[in-house]
Nanobody, 120 residues
Framework: QVRLVESGGGLVHPGGPLRLSCAAP????????MNWYRQAPGKERELVAN????????NYAATVEGRFTISRDNAKNTMYLHMNSVKPDDTAVYYC?????????????WGQGTQVTVSS
Protein backbone atom coordinates (compact mmCIF):
# COMPACT_ATOMS: atom_id res chain seq x y z
CA GLN A 1 0.00 0.00 0.00
CA VAL A 2 1.57 3.26 -1.16
CA ARG A 3 1.13 6.12 1.27
CA LEU A 4 1.93 9.72 0.44
CA VAL A 5 2.15 12.04 3.42
CA GLU A 6 1.75 15.80 3.11
CA SER A 7 2.90 18.23 5.78
CA GLY A 8 3.49 21.93 6.29
CA GLY A 9 -0.04 23.24 6.02
CA GLY A 10 -1.53 25.71 8.45
CA LEU A 11 -2.60 29.29 8.88
CA VAL A 12 -0.60 31.93 7.03
CA HIS A 13 -1.12 35.66 6.62
CA PRO A 14 -1.72 37.14 3.18
CA GLY A 15 1.56 37.85 1.47
CA GLY A 16 3.43 35.33 3.56
CA PRO A 17 5.35 32.19 2.67
CA LEU A 18 4.59 28.56 3.34
CA ARG A 19 6.29 25.35 2.32
CA LEU A 20 4.45 22.09 1.83
CA SER A 21 6.19 18.73 1.74
CA CYS A 22 5.14 15.36 0.39
CA ALA A 23 6.96 12.21 1.43
CA ALA A 24 6.46 8.55 0.63
CA PRO A 25 7.77 6.33 3.40
CA UNK A 26 9.00 3.04 2.04
CA UNK A 27 8.20 3.91 -1.55
CA UNK A 28 10.45 5.28 -4.30
CA UNK A 29 9.08 8.32 -6.09
CA UNK A 30 11.91 8.91 -8.54
CA UNK A 31 10.08 7.30 -11.49
CA UNK A 32 6.88 9.26 -10.94
CA UNK A 33 5.64 12.59 -12.18
CA MET A 34 4.62 14.45 -9.06
CA ASN A 35 1.68 16.78 -8.83
CA TRP A 36 0.21 19.20 -6.33
CA TYR A 37 -3.56 19.63 -6.43
CA ARG A 38 -5.82 21.73 -4.27
CA GLN A 39 -9.50 21.80 -3.50
CA ALA A 40 -11.26 24.77 -2.00
CA PRO A 41 -14.69 24.46 -0.34
CA GLY A 42 -17.42 24.14 -2.94
CA LYS A 43 -14.93 23.91 -5.80
CA GLU A 44 -13.50 21.12 -7.89
CA ARG A 45 -10.01 19.82 -7.30
CA GLU A 46 -7.53 21.66 -9.50
CA LEU A 47 -3.97 21.02 -10.58
CA VAL A 48 -1.60 23.57 -9.06
CA ALA A 49 1.79 22.41 -10.33
CA ASN A 50 3.66 19.36 -11.48
CA UNK A 51 7.25 18.28 -11.92
CA UNK A 52 8.84 15.63 -14.10
CA UNK A 53 10.41 12.52 -12.64
CA UNK A 54 13.91 13.92 -13.11
CA UNK A 55 12.89 17.32 -11.82
CA UNK A 56 13.92 19.14 -14.98
CA UNK A 57 10.48 20.24 -16.13
CA UNK A 58 7.74 22.02 -14.24
CA ASN A 59 4.30 23.37 -15.02
CA TYR A 60 2.08 25.73 -13.07
CA ALA A 61 -1.50 26.86 -13.05
CA ALA A 62 -1.85 30.45 -14.18
CA THR A 63 -3.23 31.40 -10.77
CA VAL A 64 0.01 30.47 -8.99
CA GLU A 65 2.71 30.97 -11.59
CA GLY A 66 5.37 33.34 -10.36
CA ARG A 67 4.37 32.82 -6.73
CA PHE A 68 4.69 29.06 -6.18
CA THR A 69 7.65 26.81 -6.93
CA ILE A 70 7.51 23.05 -7.09
CA SER A 71 10.65 21.04 -6.45
CA ARG A 72 11.71 17.54 -5.55
CA ASP A 73 14.62 15.80 -3.91
CA ASN A 74 14.70 12.25 -5.20
CA ALA A 75 17.50 11.36 -2.82
CA LYS A 76 15.16 12.23 0.06
CA ASN A 77 12.11 10.83 -1.71
CA THR A 78 10.33 14.10 -1.08
CA MET A 79 8.52 16.77 -3.07
CA TYR A 80 7.91 20.37 -2.06
CA LEU A 81 5.65 23.28 -2.86
CA HIS A 82 7.17 26.62 -1.96
CA MET A 83 4.36 29.13 -1.68
CA ASN A 84 5.09 32.86 -1.67
CA SER A 85 2.88 35.94 -1.71
CA VAL A 86 -0.08 33.81 -0.70
CA LYS A 87 -3.59 35.13 -1.17
CA PRO A 88 -6.91 34.27 0.51
CA ASP A 89 -7.88 32.49 -2.74
CA ASP A 90 -5.05 30.02 -2.05
CA THR A 91 -7.02 28.67 0.89
CA ALA A 92 -7.69 25.00 0.17
CA VAL A 93 -6.76 21.46 1.05
CA TYR A 94 -3.57 20.65 -0.83
CA TYR A 95 -2.96 17.12 -2.07
CA CYS A 96 0.13 15.51 -3.50
CA UNK A 97 -0.18 12.95 -6.25
CA UNK A 98 2.30 10.54 -7.80
CA UNK A 99 1.65 9.49 -11.39
CA UNK A 100 3.30 6.97 -13.65
CA UNK A 101 2.04 5.81 -17.04
CA UNK A 102 3.23 2.42 -18.27
CA UNK A 103 2.16 0.25 -21.16
CA UNK A 104 0.30 -1.91 -18.67
CA UNK A 105 -1.65 0.85 -17.05
CA UNK A 106 -1.70 4.09 -15.16
CA UNK A 107 -0.49 4.14 -11.59
CA UNK A 108 -1.35 7.06 -9.35
CA UNK A 109 -1.37 7.59 -5.64
CA TRP A 110 -2.73 10.34 -3.40
CA GLY A 111 -1.95 11.78 -0.03
CA GLN A 112 -4.56 12.58 2.58
CA GLY A 113 -4.23 16.34 2.10
CA THR A 114 -3.04 19.23 4.22
CA GLN A 115 -5.12 22.31 4.96
CA VAL A 116 -3.77 25.73 3.99
CA THR A 117 -5.67 28.74 5.27
CA VAL A 118 -4.70 32.25 4.21
CA SER A 119 -6.21 34.82 6.51
CA SER A 120 -5.28 37.90 8.47
Amino acid sequence: QVRLVESGGGLVHPGGPLRLSCAAPGFTLSSYVMNWYRQAPGKERELVANISAAGDRTNYAATVEGRFTISRDNAKNTMYLHMNSVKPDDTAVYYCNALRVLSGGVYHYWGQGTQVTVSS
